[in-house]
C-alpha cells in the first residue's frame, strides 16, 4: 500500500506570494489533517479534513486555508506568504472514523522557504 | 487550554542502558495520548497511544509508556538502547477521539553514546 505523498517536497518563494501544497492520503483514508513544524514553534495543528469538510481547526491566521476533494487528496493554501511561514508542513492521513482505533500516517513533508 | 510538555529537550543515553523519557500534559477531560518519533529524513511515526484500559501501553521497537493520571504523565520507557533509536521523539494529546487532531510537545532529542 503506497504511503502519504506530499508534493512538492521543496519549495521556494517570496514574501507576498501565495502557496498551494498538495497531499494525497494512503487509498481508504478519509482524513487528512496538515501540521507546521518549525524549530521555535515544533509542530503545530493547523486543520483536519474527513470527507471534504473541515472537523477540526488549529489557530492559525485566515492565511491558511485548506480544502479537501471526493477522493480525499486535500491541498493547503498560504497567501500573502511572510517570512515566518517557512517551515516544513506536514500532512497525515487516517482512516477518521474508528475512534480510538485510528493510527495517523504522516507523509515526508513540504519544506517551504519564504525569502 | 490543552498543553504538552517535554521538560528535556536533549538525552543521551548509553547504547544498552535504560530509557525514560518525560511528558506531562493539561487536559480537562480523559486524555488520548500518543508517543511518535522522528528520525532525520523520515516522516513522524507513531510508537503508542493511549486512549484507555489498561495504563501501561506497549508500543513498537520495544517501547512502553504508563498513563498516569495522578501526575498528569505519559512518560516512555525502553529497557535498553540500541544506536537506531537516536531521534527526536515526540509527545501528543488528541483534540479529538478520532486522534487526528494532535497537540504535540516540543520535543526530546535522543541521542546514543555508544
Not at chain 2, 548509553?14 to 477531560?29: F, I, M, P, T
Request: charged share 15%; glycine share 10%; hydrophobic share 30%.
Amino acid at each position: 500500500k503506497a504511503g502519504v505523498t506530499q508534493t512538492p517536497r521543496y519549495l521556494i518563494k517570496t514574501r507576498g506570494q501565495q502557496v498551494t501544497l498538495s497531499c494525497s492520503p494512503i487509498s481508504g483514508h478519509r482524513s487528512v489533517s496538515w501540521y507546521q513544524q518549525t524549530p521555535g514553534q515544533g509542530l503545530q495543528f493547523l486543520f483536519e479534513y474527513f470527507s471534504e469538510t473541515q472537523r477540526n481547526k488549529g489557530n492559525f491566521p485566515g492565511r491558511f486555508s485548506g480544502r479537501q476533494f471526493s477522493n480525499s487528496r486535500s491541498e493547503m493554501n498560504v497567501s500573502t506568504l511572510e517570512l515566518g511561514d517557512s517551515a516544513l508542513y506536514l500532512c497525515a492521513s487516517s482512516r477518521g472514523d474508528r475512534g480510538g482505533q485510528e493510527t495517523q500516517y504522516f507523509g515526508p513533508g513540504t519544506r517551504l522557504l519564504v525569502l | 487550554a490543552q498543553s504538552v510538555t517535554q521538560p528535556d529537550i536533549h538525552i543521551t543515553v548509553s547504547e544498552g542502558a535504560s530509557l525514560e523519557l518525560r511528558c506531562n500534559y493539561s487536559y480537562g477531560a480523559t486524555p488520548y495520548l500518543f508517543w511518535y518519533v522522528q528520525s532525520p529524513g523520515q516522516g513522524l511515526q507513531l510508537l503508542l497511544k493511549y486512549f484507555s484500559g489498561d495504563t501501561l501501553v506497549q508500543g513498537i521497537k520495544g517501547f512502553e509508556a504508563e498513563f498516569k493520571r495522578s501526575q498528569s504523565s505519559f512518560n516512555l520507557r525502553k529497557p535498553s538502547v540500541h544506536w537506531s533509536d537516536a531521534a527526536e521523539y515526540f509527545c501528543a494529546v488528541g483534540l479529538n477521539q478520532a486522534g487526528t487532531a494532535l497537540i504535540f510537545g516540543k520535543g526530546t532529542t535522543l541521542s546514543v553514546s555508544s
